[in-house]
């Protein structure tokens, strides 16, 4: 049988005295305030989320690879993982403290502020990692530490919409943030037609891309002719259909070489590549490398 990449969901999480969970929607953890030693460990190969990942670092150093670009978290430093990335923990000190907040799509609203929302996703994609000021810190810890205690406590009814409460406070700061940085004032709005083609579109590469390649294919999930779904894509990302499935295939297709167990030709079996050749050539057109030779690199 062959070997498959690793996928990280809700079932993978602790369940203990220092983690809460609503189950399949939304986990939390920490080691801010207790002196616990890290329970992250380090990865011999990239695993793929799928769910959104926030990790928090207050103190100490944790080296991580976020789609294969390598990140140094350092105090006040957050990366943030988007469901469908791939993850790896190369390193990470005796000494860190930090929280980690795993939350399924599904648990948030995203009908309303579609644009600033399709921004935030695509600037995620672009700049996974970002320092957080003195402020902004101080005011995500006491966030976090409000919702975990609602969660922890064994008698609360409304942990599930507390908890989308206080995520809600996380985004909009986020969004202040980046609309400060990027000198952008959004007013709310609700999706435009362009908006959720391109969301349903990614959706589906997600859930599609390691069994389909072709644009007819992904155009024909939504209702919609090729070319117009490329030119949608286009418009409202920056870059066409095809980018985005091959960005996903080669994605896996690197974090499954770098797990040396795995075979080539399994892995060829396992981004639906009918022969190794064709594999190699698809591969090569991408990176400027084969197979092998990524899977040789240092």
Known sequence: MPQELVKIDFG???????????????????????????RVVRM??????SMTVIVLCIEGTMDIKINLQEYHLSDSTQATMLAGSF???????????GAIIAIDRSFMDYTED????????????????????????KEALQLYVLMKAKLMNPDFKYKAQVARM???????????????????????RHASRRDEIFEQFINEVQNNYSRERQVIFYADRLCISPKYLSSIVHEVSGKYATDWIDEYVIL???????????????????????TQSLFAKYFKQHTGMTPREYRNMP
Do not use: W
Request: with cysteine.
């Open 12 to 38: 993978s999480f602790p369940h203990d005295e220092y983690s809460a969970q609503i189950e399949g929607k939304l986990f939390v953890s920490d080691n801010i305030f207790d002196g616990r030693p890290p």
């Open 44 to 49: 011999n190969a990239p695993v793929q989320l």
């Open 87 to 97: 993850m790896q923990v190369m390193d990470i000190s005796h000494d860190f403290r």
């Open 114 to 137: 579609v644009k600033m929302n399709m921004a935030m996703m695509r600037k995620t994609m672009d700049m996974p990692f970002y320092h957080i000021s003195s402020e902004g810190l």
């Open 166 to 188: 206080y995520l809600e406070l996380f985004k909009y700061n986020g969004f202040q943030s980046f609309s400060v940085s990027m000198k952008y004032r959004e007013k709310p």
């Open 252 to 274: 896996e297709s690197k974090a499954l070489l770098k797990n040396h167990t795995i075979a080539i030709k399994e892995i060829c079996q396992r981004m639906n590549f009918s």
